[in-house]
């Protein structure tokens, strides 16, 4: 079950789609049509069924800077929660499209990792380009999870 550069490929995409998804779903049916699909995300792409995930969101920081937990992720993405106060949700501002720039990837078998950046584009056409690096690791059914998740904004000197 060796993962193959197009799966990496297609997982970002498949990551960014849901991305703009969680956000028309925001503004289509408000807080509880994005919790609903970005729930169902985070359960098709992400690892949390295998353990922690790995998972440094862009916007967090303090204590709840690190998101092992898949309840910390889907407060990270939609916000509106007690127990991450702080967050604002990153998958409700509005996102119309994601690309992907490749810096490098490794792949081993069933893990892969792949780095680089995301350029994410709101619905007034502001872009926001973000550091990125994915861990993946294949499933027992050869499912592609993610395991990592490190992003972060790009330095400023």
Known sequence: MTITTA?????????GDALVAVAKAYEADGID?????????????YGYNLGPVLFKPTLASGEQTFRTTVDGALA??????????????????????????????????????WMGWGMFTDKDGNVTKVDKTFGYKKDENG??????????????P
């Not at 994005?34 to 359960?43: C, I, K, M, S």
């Open 76 to 113: 990270y993405f939609v916000g509106h929660s007690d127990d991450y106060p702080l967050d604002g949700g990153f998958g409700l501002k509005g996102w119309r499209t994601a690309e992907w720039t490749t810096a490098a990837h490794f792949i081993e078998g069933d893990v892969a990792m």
């Open 143 to 156: 499912t592609l999870r993610i395991v990592l998740h490190h992003s972060s904004l790009p330095y400023q």
């Open 7 to 15: 799966e990496l490929d297609a997982s970002r995409k498949i990551w």
């Open 33 to 45: 049509g994005a919790r609903a699909v970005a729930q169902g995300a985070l359960d098709a792409a």
